[in-house]
């Protein structure tokens, strides 16, 4: 049997079982990132947004998803549009499927700009999809990535035929992309920077000596006008935006600044300790981006020094890491490259090597479904994690009056309870609020001085924070006797306050219990019994009725059974609890102050 062969004697047979394997990668990417329930904080709030451009044709000046009525100075309008399309089209699973084909393009379009420097081209491409897995969800900012990547590409191609046809169009998509970009999501200067970046290295090139050669190679110096048009061209097309011009700043438009924007964990300086206990696997990516500047040659030419243009890029990498959280996944798809091709000289071979590089790709959707920050699986709203509970609590029992919320739940109360409610505020920040609006509802989650000044200035009479076990947010609403805690599940917990338009709801609510009530001291209160026995007792049967599948709600239940010493109920509350979170501590606390109680003799121990 004759076998084919490729350009150095590569086996066509084996380069098409690697593109092969290559291909089923990129589909079970798709696949695992469409698996993940939709969990993100923004996106009902996109969601929200969609829906009034599809009902009314138009985005309005003036904010009216929040009674703060800001001032809308930037909206996504193509992102919002495609996700209430594709909701509106199929439902949840269809937002699911977008957001995998989303990732699926942005492996495409990595591997279409490294796919010359051979295997590594699959390696380079799984390091990034692995290292941003946590990032790939669906929200604006996914469809930023597959921007960038796109860009990266379409100025690629340039580079490698400046003079041709290919290479004009190419100029051209860089425009057309920058345009399309600025309404996907406000990113849109990061381009903007890599064409800057790029125009720079051809102006260099073009004038620089030639012992520079290496550095600034000279084929880089031609088709000098044509790149300046298209870099002015992609700047005026970017700036035909809902917002305009001012969404070209980056964070510092509308009166953000990355300072101000510090104390949201997005906007955070990654730390060491961030990358230990969060994304690992990005570090890993970045780690191999230095050693293959140290490490690696230019697949071209072979030299140590590589192109000023990729060197930039590499700073640009590292200075996105260093700036912000929400940056990582651009810098990765910047370094990817870079890894690639310093690498390409140095992994060569056919068969099997190459088989084994695209073996990589197929792995690395297992990154995505395993993720430490990963959504659960399955169709839907991941309501473990957005405050579905207290929406439709809200639903049916209509509180009166100003709500108060923390940021991140905003968008999903706006997407459900809109017209009828209005929020404090969402996730847009400086894109609609002023950001002295914006620290002072941050401040508010903890600072008791904070939370009483928003309560006077906007009148406050009902309030949704967050209530994960663990967190301590929403202090200030815990602390003061004035508000009355009528809802609890896993995820959050309504107040209202007393004396006010809701005060017929707090008769009704809970009597002792706080969302941060510390378990232990649930039980010493329990086991103490007394007059305050029968409170708690309402206590545990509300929150069993309002969470039944909580183990939470299933110990205070049972606290409530022992603080009146009902046996059925408190047996039947904690086999719910041992059901419910297996080996966990609380049974055996339970049943020692169960008997403690029933002696006459103090508990045990407290959880």
């Avoid at 003036?62 to 549009?81: K, M, P």
């Avoid at 169009?169 to 990113?187: K, M, Q, T, Y």
């Avoid at 709500?403 to 920040?429: C, H, K, V």
């Amino acid at each position: 049997m004759v076998t084919e062969h490729g350009p150095g004697g590569e086996s066509l047979t084996g380069a098409r079982v690697a593109s092969g394997i290559a291909a089923t990668g990129v589909v079970l990417l798709v696949a695992g990132v469409s698996a993940r329930k939709l969990g993100d904080f923004d996106l009902p709030m996109h969601l929200t947004i969609g829906r009034t451009f599809w009902q009314t044709g138009h985005l309005v000046g003036v904010d009216d998803f929040s009674y703060l009525h800001g001032t809308v100075r930037y909206a996504e309008t193509v992102s919002v549009s495609a996700f209430y399309a594709a909701l509106r089209g199929a439902g949840p699973l269809g937002l699911q499927l977008l957001g995998g084909l989303v990732a699926g393009a942005i492996a495409v379009a990595l591997w279409a700009r490294t796919r010359r420097f051979g295997s590594m081209a699959f390696v380079g491409t799984a390091l990034a999809i692995a290292g941003m897995s946590s990032f790939l969800v669906v929200r604006s900012a996914e469809l930023s990535f597959a921007m960038l990547a796109a860009v990266l590409l379409a100025l690629d191609t340039h580079r490698r035929a400046p003079a041709t046809s290919r290479g004009r169009r190419a100029l051209w998509a860089f425009v057309l992309l920058s345009l399309l970009w600025a309404n996907v999501h406000g990113s849109v200067s990061l381009g903007l920077v890599v064409g800057a970046i790029y125009l720079a290295h051809r102006l260099a090139s073009r004038f620089a000596p030639a012992r520079l050669g290496a550095l600034l190679p000279e084929r880089d110096g031609t088709d000098l006008p044509a790149t300046a048009g298209a870099l002015a061209l992609a700047f005026a097309a970017a700036s035909v935006n809902p917002g305009g011009p001012a969404v070209l700043l980056g964070p510092f438009r509308f009166g953000g600044t990355v300072s101000g924007l510090a104390g949201f964990t997005e906007w955070a300086h990654p730390t060491l300790a961030f990358f230990r206990d969060s994304e690992p696997v990005a570090a890993v990516v970045l780690g191999v981006g230095v050693l293959a500047g140290v490490l690696g040659r230019d697949p071209e030419t072979g030299a140590r020094v590589p192109p000023l243009y990729d060197l930039l890029l590499v700073a640009l990498a590292f200075g996105c890491t260093w700036s912000a959280v929400r940056l990582i996944p651009h810098a990765l798809i910047l370094v990817a490259p870079w890894i690639a091709a310093r690498f390409a000289s140095q992994v060569t071979g056919a068969g099997l090597v190459r088989i084994a590089s695209a073996m990589s790709l197929a792995l690395a959707p297992a990154r995505v479904v395993l993720s430490t920050q990963g959504l659960p699986l399955g169709v839907g709203f991941d309501v473990s994690h957005l405050p579905e509970g207290a929406t439709h609590w809200a639903e049916v029992h209509r509180p009166a009056g100003h709500l108060w919320n923390p940021s991140p739940f905003g968008g999903y109360l706006a997407f459900r309870l809109y017209p009828s409610t209005r929020i404090l505020m969402d996730g847009r920040q400086g894109m609609t609020y002023d950001m002295r609006d914006v620290v002072a509802v941050d401040a508010s989650e903890h600072d008791p001085g904070a939370f009483s000044t928003l309560v006077g200035r906007l009148d406050l009479q009902w309030a949704v924070t967050r209530a994960f076990e663990g967190t301590s947010c929403g202090e200030p609403l815990a602390a003061s006797a004035d508000w009355a805690m009528v809802f609890l599940d896993d995820t959050a917990a309504v107040y209202v306050r007393r004396g006010g338009a809701n005060d017929g709801l707090a008769a009704g609510g809970y009597r002792l219990l706080r969302h941060l009530t510390p378990p232990g001291a649930v039980l010493a209160l329990a086991a103490r019994g007394g007059p305050r026995g029968t409170d708690l007792a309402h206590d545990g049967a509300l929150a069993r009725q309002q969470a039944p599948a909580s183990a939470r709600a299933a110990f205070l239940d049972a606290c409530g059974a022992l603080a009146v010493r009902d046996p059925v109920r408190f047996e039947e509350a904690r086999a719910r609890v041992a059901g419910l979170a297996r080996e966990t501590p609380a049974v055996p606390l339970l049943e020692a102050a169960w008997r403690a109680a029933t002696a006459g003799a103090a508990p045990e121990a407290s959880p």
